[in-house]
């Protein structure tokens, strides 16, 4: 619901007590004006909580217009922060999907694939239960088991049959290839991972397979246990899914004690991108994904007649999270499509299925946006961008072709993945937007950078801690709590975040820091229609030296400096050396794989 400025003020001027209260249930009755958007029913639980009084307190130096503002979002901040507070994320990932089935039906359609295939709740949980029996007769309660497939509903199930046989799942990334996924199963004692014959082989994933399995780890294909099911199991899996509650709590849990029920227990386990070294395991919790859902839910409005069309990898947090999790639980219909990559189809999709919320990272949009009919996204409500800078090129085409505002956000795999989101209501072009409720923050000044510092963040979804390769399994968590971004952002005075670089994406040439993604945004305006990745490199003379990496066949540094002269961009942000490459590399989530590139300009045969 729209938040006004003038209650704000009127409660800072008069400095009048505010009492929070929170109403949740009643939009269910058949009295409610929501129908149509819920599932209406007779005698729906009704809770009212109410919160301890508060006051708008401003600073008096603040005056006119922005003291408006400000208590506005003070305002806007005490009601998300209530919504947050009083949701119940002290709960399991299938408790609160068993939930659901109660809040939404069990008849109601809530995940579909490629397949064409729709499942319900009921349908979704039955599969659960008979496919984790079977897992369970070949794992050990707590085991990390691996999980490689694509975005299907056969994934999501697996996921969840996981939880409610009280094994922790693990989401392998496949296209980091074959070094970084056995070194991923190292860190995190991975014995055992589920796969798929038809993946494998459409994915061409073979020796991926072949190397798993020659180093000891057990591959089980979803194809052999479909084989396996009889008629037993299916009649199990069908009583099991009439009383849901009853089997998880007195079925399945005596085999799994504290595994399954206690919500501070791993959920799942993602891997970072190796893009900066050695894949690290990230542990999150039940409570670090279910308050990052919630934290969302309180800041935008989702609600069960909206469809979500999810083209990210399940592997990748924003793609579990966002396109996985939150859509589920809050009775969201979700499409799943296997690849982002594949412009042209996902955007006729997207018309087909009508969807009304949209996950993807700037360099998917872009392209979207080059393939797609001005009309395929007609029914959009929402699109959420993230894992990379948003470009002003990108959010114009879409405003210019669809008539649609992209809503930047940022997050971190260790946060479950987000922390701050532009909104509907609150939303400033060319930031990342406002701190999610329940978080903390904090910056840590940079030698060299005057304005911002390093972001370090506290909160609920943050989460229990990193596997590392050196010490395999053993988890090892944020220290009191607060997790180091290790990106440089600022915030202005209305609360919105800008990112001004990772720290270890800055240049120190000549005593002057350099942002690299700085850089590369104005070679982006020189040459759009291509791909830039800017790295640094060590120099006898000024310190360090930077290195174009270019998709561009007839880029020249002549043409640079004049272009860079037009803009006034600084001379020592110019690159020394500009390099070709066919096609850029890229990781799962289609940001620059910038170990990849320095590899790659480090060859011999290109003599730096």
Same mark, same amino acid.
């Given at each position: 619901?729209? $938040?006004?400025?003038?209650?704000?003020?009127?409660?800072?001027?008069?400095? =009048?007590?505010?009492?929070?209260?929170?109403?949740?249930? =009643?939009?269910?009755?058949?009295?409610?004006?929501?129908?149509?958007?819920?599932?209406?029913? *007779?005698?729906?639980?009704?809770?009212?909580?109410?919160?301890?009084?508060?006051?708008?307190?401003?600073?008096?130096?603040?005056?006119?217009?922005?003291?408006?503002?400000?208590?506005?979002?003070?305002?806007?901040?005490?009601?998300?922060?209530?919504?947050?507070?009083?949701?119940?994320?002290?709960?399991?990932?299938?408790?609160?999907?068993?939930?659901?089935?109660?809040?939404?039906?069990?008849?109601?359609?809530?995940?579909?694939?490629?397949?064409?295939?729709?499942?319900?709740?009921?349908?979704?949980?039955?599969?659960?239960?008979?496919?984790?029996?079977?897992?369970?007769?070949?794992?050990?309660?707590?085991?990390?088991?691996? $999980?490689?497939?694509?975005?299907?509903?056969?994934? #999501?199930?697996?996921?969840?049959?996981?939880?409610?046989?009280?094994?922790?799942?693990?989401?392998?990334?496949?296209?980091?290839?074959?070094?970084?996924?056995?070194?991923? &199963?190292?860190?995190?004692?991975?014995?055992?991972?589920?796969?798929?014959?038809?993946?494998?082989?459409?994915?061409? %994933?073979?020796?991926?397979?072949?190397?798993?399995?020659?180093?000891?780890?057990?591959?089980?294909?979803?194809?052999?246990?479909?084989?396996?099911?009889?008629?037993?199991?299916?009649?199990?899996?069908?009583?099991? =899914?009439? &009383?849901?509650?009853?089997?998880?709590?007195?079925?399945?849990?005596?085999?799994?004690?504290?595994?399954?029920?206690?919500?501070?227990?791993?959920?799942?386990?993602?891997? +970072?991108?190796?893009?900066?070294?050695?894949?690290?395991?990230?542990?999150?919790?039940?409570?670090?994904?279910?308050?990052?859902?919630?934290?969302?839910?309180?800041?935008?409005?989702?609600?069960?007649?909206?469809?979500?069309?999810?083209?990210?990898?399940?592997?990748?947090?924003?793609?579990?999270?966002?396109?996985?999790?939150?859509?589920?639980?809050?009775?969201?219909?979700?499409?799943?499509?296997?690849?982002?990559?594949?412009?042209?189809?996902?955007?006729?999709? =997207?018309?087909?299925?009508?969807?009304? $919320?949209?996950?993807? +990272?700037?360099?998917?949009?872009?392209?979207?946006?080059?393939?797609?009919?001005?009309?395929?996204?007609?029914?959009?409500?929402?699109?959420?961008?993230? #894992?990379?800078?948003?470009?002003?090129?990108?959010?114009?085409?879409?405003?210019?072709?669809?008539?649609?505002?992209?809503?930047?956000?940022?997050?971190?795999?260790?946060?479950?993945?987000?922390?701050?989101?532009?909104?509907?209501?609150?939303?400033?072009?060319?930031?990342?937007?406002?701190?999610?409720?329940?978080?903390?923050?904090? %910056?840590?000044?940079?030698?060299?950078?005057?304005?911002?510092?390093?972001?370090?963040?506290?909160?609920?979804?943050?989460?229990?801690?990193?596997?590392?390769?050196?010490?395999?399994?053993?988890?090892?968590?944020?220290?009191?709590? *607060?997790?180091?971004?290790?990106?440089?952002?600022?915030?202005?005075?209305?609360?919105?975040?800008?990112?001004?670089?990772?720290?270890?994406?800055?240049?120190?040439?000549?005593?002057?820091?350099?942002?690299?993604?700085?850089?590369?945004?104005?070679?982006?305006?020189? *040459?759009?229609?291509?791909?830039?990745?800017?790295?640094?490199?060590?120099?006898?003379?000024?310190?360090?030296?930077?290195?174009?990496?270019?998709?561009?066949?007839?880029?020249?540094?002549?043409?640079?400096?004049?272009?860079?002269?037009?803009?006034?961009?600084?001379?020592?942000? $110019?690159?020394?050396?500009?390099?070709?490459?066919?096609?850029?590399?890229?990781?799962?989530?289609?940001?620059?794989?910038?170990?990849?590139?320095?590899?790659?300009?480090?060859?011999?045969?290109?003599?730096?």
């Amino acid at each position: 619901m729209k $938040i006004y400025e003038g209650p704000g003020l009127v409660a800072d001027k008069s400095q =009048a007590t505010l009492l929070p209260i929170r109403i949740d249930g =009643a939009e269910y009755t058949r009295f409610s004006r929501l129908k149509g958007k819920v599932r209406i029913r *007779w005698m729906p639980k009704i809770t009212i909580t109410v919160f301890p009084h508060q006051t708008i307190n401003l600073p008096s130096e603040i005056k006119g217009r922005k003291r408006r503002q400000i208590a506005g979002h003070k305002l806007y901040d005490l009601m998300t922060d209530m919504m947050f507070a009083s949701s119940d994320y002290q709960q399991t990932l299938f408790d609160s999907l068993i939930d659901a089935r109660t809040v939404h039906g069990r008849k109601h359609i809530v995940i579909e694939d490629i397949e064409r295939e729709p499942s319900t709740y009921q349908q979704f949980i039955t599969r659960c239960f008979i496919l984790g029996s079977l897992i369970a007769k070949s794992t050990q309660p707590g085991e990390h088991v691996g $999980i490689l497939l694509p975005n299907m509903i056969s994934t #999501a199930i697996t996921f969840f049959a996981m939880h409610a046989y009280g094994r922790i799942p693990a989401m392998l990334n496949y296209s980091t290839g074959i070094k970084n996924i056995v070194s991923a &199963c190292q860190t995190a004692r991975i014995n055992c991972v589920y796969t798929s014959r038809k993946f494998i082989q459409m994915a061409k %994933l073979t020796e991926m397979a072949n190397t798993l399995h020659h180093t000891g780890i057990k591959l089980i294909y979803l194809e052999d246990l479909r084989a396996s099911v009889n008629t037993l199991d299916k009649l199990k899996g069908m009583l099991m =899914a009439q &009383c849901p509650r009853l089997a998880y709590r007195y079925f399945t849990a005596p085999r799994t004690p504290a595994y399954q029920t206690d919500p501070e227990k791993p959920a799942v386990i993602l891997f +970072t991108s190796g893009s900066e070294g050695t894949p690290k395991g990230v542990v999150l919790s039940h409570c670090n994904l279910q308050a990052n859902r919630y934290q969302l839910s309180a800041s935008i409005d989702f609600n069960a007649s909206d469809n979500a069309f999810n083209a990210l990898p399940l592997f990748h947090s924003f793609g579990l999270t966002g396109g996985m999790i939150l859509p589920l639980l809050a009775g969201i219909r979700v499409f799943f499509y296997p690849s982002p990559l594949h412009y042209r189809i996902i955007p006729e999709l =997207a018309y087909d299925t009508n969807a009304t $919320i949209f996950f993807a +990272t700037d360099t998917f949009l872009a392209n979207y946006a080059k393939y797609a009919h001005p009309y395929d996204f007609y029914s959009i409500r929402y699109v959420f961008a993230g #894992a990379e800078k948003l470009r002003e090129e990108t959010r114009t085409i879409w405003a210019q072709k669809f008539g649609i505002r992209i809503f930047e956000g940022y997050g971190v795999t260790e946060a479950s993945p987000a922390l701050t989101i532009n909104t509907p209501m609150q939303n400033k072009v060319g930031t990342i937007g406002r701190l999610l409720p329940g978080i903390q923050h904090c %910056l840590i000044p940079v030698p060299g950078i005057s304005e911002g510092g390093i972001l370090c963040v506290s909160g609920p979804n943050i989460m229990k801690g990193y596997l590392l390769a050196e010490q395999p399994g053993i988890i090892m968590p944020p220290k009191d709590g *607060w997790h180091e971004t290790g990106d440089v952002v600022s915030v202005d005075e209305g609360g919105f975040f800008t990112i001004k670089d990772r720290v270890k994406r800055f240049a120190k040439i000549a005593g002057e820091m350099i942002s690299l993604t700085m850089v590369e945004q104005q070679l982006n305006k020189f *040459w759009p229609e291509y791909q830039h990745a800017i790295i640094n490199v060590p120099d006898s003379r000024k310190g360090e030296q930077l290195i174009l990496v270019t998709t561009h066949p007839h880029a020249t540094r002549e043409a640079l400096v004049t272009h860079a002269k037009a803009s006034q961009m600084g001379e020592l942000a $110019i690159p020394k050396k500009i390099i070709f490459i066919k096609k850029m590399l890229l990781l799962g989530s289609g940001k620059i794989d910038y170990l990849a590139v320095r590899e790659f300009v480090q060859q011999p045969e290109l003599a730096l």
